[in-house]
């Protein structure tokens, strides 16, 4: 069975930081691409950041420069460093494997103040 579940979600004053961590279960990790994708209220799904099996790294346009994203095979696991948080910011964030037909994790709330 695969399980992601995403840890590290809050509330934070606008210009702070959070760290997500998404630890996977059932797949083959170090083969998968791992993403972070956010969705907040009335608005599509779109992508945070994505790293490949080989680490190569991609941000959306709304993260770049205010992200890092990293992985650690050993663990299982692929955390995101977000930094300069905004209040538009606020949304679920979800974490996915793109193994088999893609699985994504239950979401982890984001949210921030002004």
């Known amino acids: 069975q695969v399980q992601l579940v995403e840890t590290g979600g809050g509330l934070v004053q606008a210009g702070g930081s959070l760290r997500l961590s998404c630890s996977a279960s059932g797949i083959i990790f170090s083969m998968s691409t791992m993403g972070w994708y956010r969705q907040a209220p009335g608005k599509q799904r779109e992508l945070v950041a994505g790293i490949t099996a080989n680490g190569r790294r991609n941000y959306g346009r709304s993260f770049q420069g205010r992200s890092t994203i990293s992985r650690d095979n050993a663990k299982s696991t692929v955390s995101l460093q977000m930094n300069s948080l905004k209040p538009e910011d606020t949304a679920v964030y979800y974490c996915?494997?793109?193994?088999?037909?893609?699985?994504w994790g239950q979401g982890t709330q984001v949210t921030v103040s002004s």
């Open positions: 996915y494997s793109d193994r088999g037909n893609g699985y």
